[in-house]
C-alpha cells in the first residue's frame, strides 16, 4: 500500500463568509477519493465562529476556576459557556461539549485569531461543516472526496497533543477488524481502529503551528471513500467510559 | 509540505532470532531520513517474547479480575506479571509496565502468536529495540534513518485503537510549538506535539490487521531526523496525570 500526503499552499487568512472548498480547489487538483484534511481553525473563521469575551459576564465559578487554573476568567467562562457538563474543572478545565465530544477549554482557540479580546470556538456542527465542504468541492471539481475536520487533543497518560477528527464526511470513522481472521487463522478478538483521527494526527504533522502552518492537508492512494458522515459513532458511550467516570469520582 | 508512506512487502512470518533489519533491507531501498515503522508484534516475535501461559501459577486475585472481565485467569495471570502497577481491574486490565507506559493488558497480544496457550509480551525495552533495528539498518544500508515501533492503544473518551509508538530512535518523540508565534505575530502558549505518535497511527492504518497485515512502514519526505533515542519523555509524570489520580480514587 502506498499514500502521498501534502500540504495545499498558500492558503490565505481566512475571513469569515471564505468559500474553504474554492479556496482549495483553486490551489490543487484534488482526484477522486482524495482525503481532504483542514484544520477546525480555519472552518471556524469562515463560519464566524469568532467571539468577544470582553463583556462576558463572569460568574463567580469562572472567578473561582481562573485563580486555581492560572487563566483568565474570561476565558473560564467562555469555556464554561460551550460546555455542558464540565468533567475536571482543575488544573484545567475539561467539558464536554452539546455534540458529545469532550475536549479540554472546550476546544476554543485563543490563538491564531485576530484581536486579544477575541476567541475562536469549533465549529457548531463539525460534521455538518465537513459535508457541506465536501459538497462544495464535488461542485467545483467533480471529484468526490472525504473530508475531516481536525483539532488537536491532550491524551491520556502522555505528553504531547495529537491531530484528532472533530467532523468527518465521505468517510466512515472507524474500521473493525473484529472477525477478520490472524495469521494463524484464528478470529480477531480486535477491535474498532478510530482511522479516522489516525488520519488527522498524520495531516496535524505535517500542517505544522504557528505563522508556518498550512490548515490544509491532502492524502492521497487511500482507498477509503464511503458516502456516510458523522463522528458520532466514535464517541463513547456514557455508560462504557470508565475515564469519565472515574473524573467525576474525582470531583464528587 | 509532501510525504509519501508505504509498505514493505513480502515480510515473512518473524520467528526468534531473526534479524528485522535485514528483512527491511532487503525489500526496499531505503533512503536518508526515512522513518521505518515497526509493528512491535515482529519486534517481539524476533526478541522471543513468547511466553506460554498454560502453566501458569493462578493467584485469586487473577481469578477474581478474569471473572469479572471474562477473559482466561492465564491471560489475567499474564497481565498482572508484567505491569508494576494496576490502575484499573475491571472492566478491562490497565497497568503500569516497567518501562512506564500505561496500557491495556499490559500490551499482551493474544492474537498473531502461534499456539493458542501463548501469548507475546511487547518488547522488554523498545527504545532499546528500535536503537538496535535502527544500527542494523544504517551497518546493511548506510542510511540513517528513524525507527518507530508501535502498538495499538484506547484513548479517552473515544471508541477505536490508534497506532501508538512504544520505542523509537533516531527521532525525537515530541515537538515543541512554545515560544514560536501565531498568524498574528503572538507568542503561542501551546504546546508539545506527539508526533511519533501521529506518524505512528498513520503507520497502523497502512498496516491494517490480521492476516493481510504488513508490519513494516517507511514514510519519507519528513525531515525528522535526530541522532537521539527514547519515549520516556512522552509519559507524563505522575504528578500531572489527572486520569491517573482520578482512576486511583475510583478503585480506592
Redesign the interface.
Known amino acids: ?7 495545499v499552499e498558500k492558503i490565505p ?1 481566512i475571513k469569515p463568509g471564505d468559500n474553504i472548498g474554492q479556496l482549495i480547489s483553486e490551489r490543487t487538483e484534488l482526484k477522486d477519493h482524495d482525503i481532504v484534511i483542514i484544520s477546525s481553525t480555519v472552518v471556524s473563521k469562515s463560519e464566524n465562529n469568532i467571539r468577544s469575551i470582553r463583556d462576558l459576564p463572569i460568574t463567580e465559578k469562572a472567578k473561582n476556576i481562573a485563580l486555581r487554573n492560572n487563566i483568565e476568567p474570561e476565558f473560564a467562562q467562555a469555556v464554561l459557556n460551550e460546555g455542558i457538563e464540565v468533567l ?1 474543572e482543575s ?2 478545565l475539561l467539558v464536554r461539549l452539546k455534540n458529545g ?2 475536549c479540554v477549554n472546550a476546544g476554543i482557540d ?5 484581536g ?1 479580546d477575541n476567541i475562536l470556538l469549533l465549529p457548531e456542527d463539525a460534521d455538518e461543516s465537513a459535508r457541506k465542504i465536501k459538497d462544495s468541492l464535488f461542485e467545483l471539481t467533480g471529484k468526490k472526496v472525504s473530508v475531516i475536520i481536525t483539532d ?1 487533543n491532550g ?10 477528527a472533530v467532523g468527518i464526511a465521505g468517510i466512515i ?2 474500521r473493525d ?1 473484529r472477525g ?7 478470529v ?8 479516522v ?3 488527522a ?2 495531516a ?3 500542517m ?7 490548515p490544509v492537508v491532502v492524502i492521497r492512494g ?1 482507498e477509503m471513500y464511503h458516502e456516510s458522515y458523522g463522528i458520532r ?4 458511550p456514557e455508560n ?8 467525576r ?2 470531583s464528587a
Open positions: 500500500m502506498k499514500a502521498t500526503a501534502f500540504t487568512l475536571l488544573p484545567f465530544s469532550i485563543h490563538s491564531n485569531v485576530e486579544s488537536t491524551r491520556a497518560f502522555r505528553i504531547g497533543q495529537t491531530g484528532a470513522a472507524m477488524w477478520t481472521r490472524d495469521l494463524f487463522g484464528r480477531l478478538e480486535v477491535k474498532n481502529e478510530g482511522v483521527d489516525e488520519l494526527g498524520f496535524n504533522l505535517l505544522g503551528e504557528g505563522d508556518g502552518g498550512t487511500l459513532e466514535l464517541l463513547r462504557e467510559d470508565v475515564i469519565r467516570k472515574a473524573l469520582s474525582l
